[in-house]
């Protein structure tokens, strides 16, 4: 049975794997990459019921496009907490989305804690060694090279 298992989780991985670099070659190829990314159902919602220029929220992760008061507080209240602020905020939202999607299966209710913040911290760092300079998509790129840790 042990064998089993093993094989179903090696499938997994390898499944998603092919999915990250299916993934991978749409960011860098998609003309329309932005208008998908724009309309994605789940941050047309997001935004809808958010006005406050936050774009993504869950597992003490927060994407925004702007710095806010509110952000500030929120974060000063848990150091575990973690924000990415970017220009590229919604496409940001978006990748984080799709790869909780991809990731089902190697991500639970505890290690998305971890995944979210190393994909906000890896981030927040490729945008902070970029300046204002950074590229939408080698940032969605480096982010989902992040995530390959989780396989």
């Known amino acids: 049975m042990e064998n089993n298992n093993k094989v179903s989780v090696e499938n997994a991985s390898v499944g998603t794997y092919i999915k990250l670099k299916t993934l991978e070659r749409k960011i860098a190829t998609q003309d329309n990459l932005e208008s998908e990314i724009n309309s994605y159902p789940s941050l047309v919602n997001y935004l809808r019921d958010n006005t406050d ?37 919604k496409a940001i939202a978006w990748i984080f989305s799709i790869l909780g999607q991809i990731y089902i299966g190697q991500i639970d209710s505890v290690t998305k804690y971890f995944f979210y913040a190393d ?33």
């Open 119 to 151: 994909l906000a911290h890896d981030a927040m760092d490729n945008i902070r060694a970029s300046g204002d300079q950074h590229n939408m998509r080698d940032l969605l790129l480096q982010i989902i090279n992040t995530s390959k840790r989780y396989l």
């Open 53 to 89: 220029g936050s774009t993504w929220y869950g597992a003490d992760v927060l994407v925004s496009l702007k710095q806010s008061r509110e952000i500030q507080s929120w974060k000063r209240r848990s150091p575990l907490r973690s924000v990415v602020i970017s220009k590229h905020a």
